[in-house]
């Protein structure tokens, strides 16, 4: 397989590791000189296959428009029950990439994605396919929280409802007490649960939008940064519940914070204008990435 | 776009002044130590007791520098290679106020015995030279951040131990051929016994070394393993 060798251990400070001439290591990177090698690398550093994997993608192209392409050959494969944070500078495609994977790019117009993206096996873009039932698979949380304008039990029974998960009452009352203690919040809501979901805290919405996604039983949560909107408390308490969600789902995260990425993820996938650039276990990301480049944004020299 | 500086200004100034700070240190130590092994050589107890008193700016600065190290660690949660920076700063320190406690020792033999018998004069000076080169090469390697020759330095540390055990065993037998040289055998000892343990000290700032550049911990590790470390 033909791999440009993109590994480079170099220490901002300058150094070269033999004791004779001054290295080009020292000298600022620069941008056209990335493009170019991230433009000849076949695949991204680090581990980004996996034996068995929940996704399986290849060679995804997403475009806006015709003219302006977002993402450039992501080949990636993601874990079953691990939480995995897509982290990257401001337009470098991770959001995009995410919705990619329950097609929520769909209903962009003028977006094309174009390349291999399976689901358990499954291509999640042939025509058979019908994308809300791929949603209810496949969850989302978004950034600010979004609870619909209804009470709490019906933000959360909305899902089992429209896809007829339930045939009585009962059986719904059920979903929606277990759905909303996975997401803790059951015990902070049981005594009010016809009232509007809107007068909720910031945190306590967001873990209702949480708990509205579980309840239709999906496999997998894609989170796109779902706790810049909240408070430290707030975003400990969900950064806790991601952690317990692991036994049951699959986690796709996005997040601005890499301290986030760091505590929460097994594993970790860097992004950079639209090219996945390294992909690795958490700890190996964060104590000795492969790339120069992850190592410059993990340490916060750009972005 | 500049890449390669902090982003954050101060962030960049703070880590630069660690490592400014951290070499500084080293090469107080190692004039500590040149001096120290004058002062036995040359049988002056005035050097002695300026490189024992002297060993408090030694230890001000390992507090010093933890301190620094402890507050980058809070306020920047440093990763990667500033992590590992950071870290292997905080456990050089420990090393090089160890090296300063031992010259420090040295210094004091300095000031208590009355002059070395020729032939144990000769064989403590061969020691303390390889020494005193071995932690040179060692400050340079941290300087340079050079961990293919900090491995050459590590392994060379065997070499100290041999030549440690060697001038041991060439005291015993002099103290067993005359005990009226008892005392001063083992001043030597005790000597040779510090400058054994500087080598020790000099290895592990040179592991330290290699954990920063390559990002792989090889403390602890066999000898045929270390080579082989060095060549992956």
């Known amino acids: ?303 | 776009m500049d890449i390669g500086q902090h982003t954050s200004h101060q962030y960049n100034q703070e880590l630069e002044n660690l490592r400014n700070q951290s070499l500084q240190m080293g090469g107080l130590v190692e004039e500590q130590l040149g001096k120290a092994l004058r002062a036995l050589m040359e049988n002056n107890s005035q050097l002695g007791e300026e490189v024992a008193y002297s060993d408090y700016r030694v230890n001000r600065l390992e507090v010093e520098i933890d301190d620094a190290c402890t507050q980058i660690i809070a306020r920047r949660q440093p990763a990667a290679g500033d992590l590992r920076l950071v870290i292997s700063i905080i456990k050089s320190v420990t090393d090089l106020e160890r090296i300063g406690d031992e010259a420090e020792k040295i210094a004091r033999h300095a000031i208590s015995t009355e002059g070395l018998a020729t032939s144990l004069h000769t064989a403590l000076k061969h020691l303390g030279d390889h020494v005193r080169e071995m932690l040179r090469r060692t400050l340079d390697a941290m300087a340079r951040m050079d961990a293919v020759t900090a491995m050459q330095i590590a392994e060379s540390d065997m070499q100290i131990d041999a030549e440690f055990d060697v001038l041991s065993r060439q005291l015993l037998t002099h103290m067993m051929e005359d005990p009226r040289t008892i005392r001063d055998s083992l001043n030597v000892l005790w000597c040779a016994r510090s400058l054994e343990r500087i080598g020790d000290h000099s290895k592990n700032i040179c592991e330290y070394v290699i954990y920063l550049v390559e990002g792989k911990d090889v403390r602890h590790t066999n000898r045929p393993k270390l080579g082989a470390d060095a060549a992956a």
């Open chain 1, 1 to 303: 397989m033909n791999t440009v060798a993109l590994t480079n251990n170099t220490m901002t400070l300058p150094t070269p590791k033999d004791a004779s001439a001054a290295s080009s290591k020292d000298q600022p990177l620069d941008i056209q000189t990335i493009v170019e090698e991230l433009k000849l690398a076949t695949q991204p550093v680090g581990v980004p296959f996996l034996d068995d994997p929940k996704f399986y993608t290849r060679d995804v192209d997403v475009f806006y428009n015709q003219a302006k392409q977002a993402i450039f050959g992501v080949d990636l494969d993601i874990g079953k029950h691990e939480v995995i944070a897509m982290i990257g500078p401001s337009g470098c495609g991770k959001s995009t990439f995410l919705r990619c994977l329950n097609r929520m790019n769909d209903t962009i117009d003028g977006c094309k994605v174009t390349g291999q993206l399976l689901l358990d096996g499954e291509d999640i873009y042939a025509k058979e396919q019908d994308p809300v039932l791929l949603r209810a698979r496949v969850g989302m949380v978004f950034q600010k929280p979004n609870p619909f304008p209804k009470s709490i039990y019906d933000n959360v029974a909305y899902g089992p409802r429209i896809h007829g998960l339930t045939s009585n009452r009962s059986e719904l009352d059920d979903i929606v007490e277990e759905s909303l203690k996975k997401a803790g919040l059951f015990n902070e809501v049981k005594d009010r649960l016809q009232s509007p979901g809107t007068g909720l805290s910031g945190g306590q919405q967001q873990r209702l939008c949480i708990a509205r996604a579980i309840a239709v039983s999906p496999e997998v949560i894609l989170m796109d940064e779902p706790t810049s909107a909240l408070d430290p408390i707030a975003t400990a308490t969900i950064e806790e519940l991601i952690d317990e969600l692991r036994q049951s789902f699959t986690i796709c995260i996005v997040t601005h914070s890499m301290q986030q990425a760091a505590r929460i993820s097994q594993r970790t996938a860097y992004f950079h204008l639209g090219y996945l650039v390294e992909v690795n276990k958490t700890n190996t990301v964060f104590t000795n990435p492969q790339h120069r480049l992850t190592e410059n944004y993990i340490t916060g020299r750009f972005g």
